[in-house]
């Protein structure tokens, strides 16, 4: 049985796959690869993770990176501001009033009240994941409209649709930039990150799940569950919810 969740790592553009391993990496770092009998695949991925990071730059002049640390800060504000402007509701002198703004808050806490300090493409994924919810959850919406925030919910989902599209313009554009020296070391990467995972499994069932094994087991899980999460809304947005391949 496997106990490490699976993702598909092929469908992670380079930036992302980047990012996912440090996530990996920093897990093990933390609990000490050579107790968990890891360290010479740690040592490996880190190795290759580091070639894949040099390999892959990326363009910092581009137009579209400027469009998009614009409206990041656009949605940053619009979301920081409409859950300052929630909060600011838990001392009003209307009991209805108090009600909204306790379910509203609620509701954020589910994707993070500092969700605006989230990696980009992560960021995308959670405001989106939430403003579903208050587009789709009646009584969420409804505490939506006691609020007057209708207007300001609708400008913060245009400004993350809007950043959502130039981040899929801009990984299109350092796609066909990418050269056969990133498309190596991001297969060494993918092998090393499986093999780490492979030793890690045999591990954990040749130690029974003592000692730190069970918090690297679920510190490996909840990249992977966030990672899942990302790949899942961006492939029912862009195919209308069709199975992605099966990861290995």
């Known amino acids: 049985m496997k106990l490490v969740k699976a993702v598909n790592v092929r469908l992670l553009t380079n930036a992302l796959f980047v990012q996912f391993l440090h996530n990996i990496l920093q897990i093990f770092l933390n609990l000490d690869p050579t107790k968990l009998k890891v360290k010479d695949e740690y040592d490996t991925l880190n190795v290759d993770t580091a070639k894949l990071d040099k390999e892959f730059k990326t363009d910092q002049g581009s137009d579209i990176t400027d469009a998009m640390v614009k409206k990041d800060g656009e949605r940053d504000r619009d979301f920081c501001g409409i859950r300052d402007n929630i ?9 209805k009033k108090v009600g909204a703004a306790e379910k509203l808050m609620s509701n954020i806490g589910l994707y993070g009240t500092d969700a605006n300090r ?7 994924a959670l405001l ?3 403003l579903n ?3 789709t959850n009646l009584d969420i919406k409804a505490a939506v409209t006691e609020l007057g925030l209708d207007a300001w919910v609708a400008h913060l989902k245009l400004k993350n649709s809007e950043f959502e599209a130039l981040d899929l313009s801009r990984s299109q554009e350092m796609g066909g930039k990418t050269d056969k020296g990133t498309q190596l070391a991001r297969t060494a990467s993918m092998n090393s ?3 780490l995972r492979d030793m ?9 799940g003592s000692g730190d094994f069970p918090k690297a087991l679920a510190d490996f899980n909840g990249v992977i ?9 961006k492939t029912s947005k862009k195919d209308g919810g069709t199975t992605p391949p099966q990861p290995k």
């Open 87 to 95: 909060k600011s509701y838990f001392s009003h002198y209307d009991g």
């Open 128 to 130: 989106n994941n939430m």
């Open 133 to 135: 919810d208050w587009a």
């Open 200 to 208: 890690f499994e045999a591990q954990y069932k040749a130690n029974k």
């Open 193 to 195: 990150y499986y093999a």
């Open 118 to 124: 989230a990696p980009l493409s992560e960021e995308t």
């Open 225 to 233: 569950d966030n990672y899942n999460n990302m790949l899942s809304h």
